[in-house]
């Protein structure tokens, strides 16, 4: 069973940074694609970003988030980050880890982030 734990929400002002981590459980980690999405209230859940096994990373086709956020993984801590800076109001959402190996998928639980003006 893969379990993904994440860290690092919370609250932040505008123009603030966070990093997200999201350690995860048993070996798969090394061959599957990581990603974060994000739920905005009352919108459906995005990618954001994902990055693969061999560290290629791709990011929603969106001006706003290009250039501010980047993902990155560590394979000897099982773990992958989003560093986030320059953030604005528009980016509060629960933020989502997500594993993806063959054609499973598993996700952490979210986290909460806050950005105020």
């Known amino acids: 069973q893969v379990q993904l734990v994440e860290s690092g929400g919370g609250l932040v002002q505008t123009g603030g940074s966070l990093r997200l981590s999201c350690a995860a459980s048993g070996s798969i980690f090394r061959i599957s694609v990581m990603g974060w999405y994000r739920q905005a209230p009352g919108k459906q859940r995005d990618l954001v970003a994902r990055?693969?096994?061999?560290?290629?990373?791709?990011?929603v086709d969106d001006d706003e988030v290009k250039g501010r956020f980047t993902i990155s993984r560590d394979h000897g801590k099982n773990t992958v980050y989003l560093q986030m800076n320059s953030l604005n109001p528009e980016d509060t959402a629960v933020y989502y880890c997500?594993?993806?190996?063959?054609?499973?998928?598993?996700w952490g639980k979210g986290l909460l982030v806050t950005v105020s003006s």
């Open positions: 997500n594993l993806r190996v063959g054609l499973m998928d598993y």
């Open positions: 990055i693969t096994s061999g560290g290629n990373t791709n990011y």
